[in-house]
């Protein structure tokens, strides 16, 4: 039961222009959404995240977007670059669970 | 300020052998988490821990698994015996207090069975 989902394993994009990262999940519990990103070798880091409370979170290059009733989210950076170019984990909680919850993963690959 | 440390990297064990995780968390925080990485996938849960308390493990398979915290500090995460199908990369993670802060991981410990 793949509570969160991303269904694209992979995706190509020529620097500068607009990455644009999918996350659908189907518990309608969660209500605060991250985004990891993962280097080869180490461990996730945090990049950014959302309340539910909320439909748009902008920092810099990224920003997510979250639509509640079609239980989806994206992340969106602008413009790319190079050293974007790593695996990148959406995640969800419900309150008081806890406990995060990962989708698959994105392999974003940032061309020069 | 020092990651989250974890030890070994990496590890080649034959099945039925044990092994055994070390980690430590981010000085302060007080919650720690193991989580177990399967190719292709994002990371599940095993074990949370706050302070020396596991009050989450539902999802840590007992029969072979076991974690210990003491003193609320280090952590160790044992499998014994180990199975092909426990090839995957193993993350420690810390936190200040609650999982909907952000977690801090490490750069794993990425296990091969054979």
């Known amino acids: 039961d793949q509570q969160v989902k991303q269904n694209s394993p992979s995706l190509s994009v020529q620097e500068g222009r607009i990455s644009i990262l999918n996350c659908d999940y189907t518990?309608?519990?969660?209500?605060?959404f991250l985004w990891y990103k993962k280097y080869p070798a180490e461990g996730p880091t945090f990049l950014i995240s959302i309340s539910s409370i909320k439909d748009k979170n902008e920092d810099g290059r990224f920003t997510v977007f979250l639509n509640k009733s079609a239980k989806h989210l994206s992340l969106h950076i602008v413009p790319s670059q190079p050293g974007d170019s790593a695996v990148y984990f959406c995640a969800a909680s419900a309150q008081g669970a806890q406990k995060l919850v990962f989708g698959q993963g994105t392999r974003l690959t940032i061309n020069p | 300020e020092a990651g989250v440390v974890q030890s070994p990297r990496y590890k080649i064990i034959e099945k039925k052998q044990p092994v055994a995780f070390w980690c430590n968390p981010i000085?302060?925080?007080?919650?720690l988490y193991w989580y177990r990485q399967n190719l292709g996938q994002g990371p599940e849960l095993l074990i949370r821990?706050?302070?020396?308390?596991?009050?989450?493990d539902s999802q840590l398979p007992k029969d072979r698994f076991s974690a210990e915290r003491l003193k609320g500090v280090d952590s160790t995460l044992k499998i014994q015996p180990a199975e092909l199908g426990d090839s995957a990369v193993y993350l420690c993670a810390s936190s200040f207090g609650l999982a909907r802060d952000e977690q801090y991981f490490g750069p794993g410990t990425r296990l091969t069975v054979t």
């Open positions: 000085s302060g925080h007080n919650t």
């Open positions: 821990y706050e302070n020396e308390e596991a009050v989450d």
């Open positions: 518990n309608s519990m969660f209500d605060y």
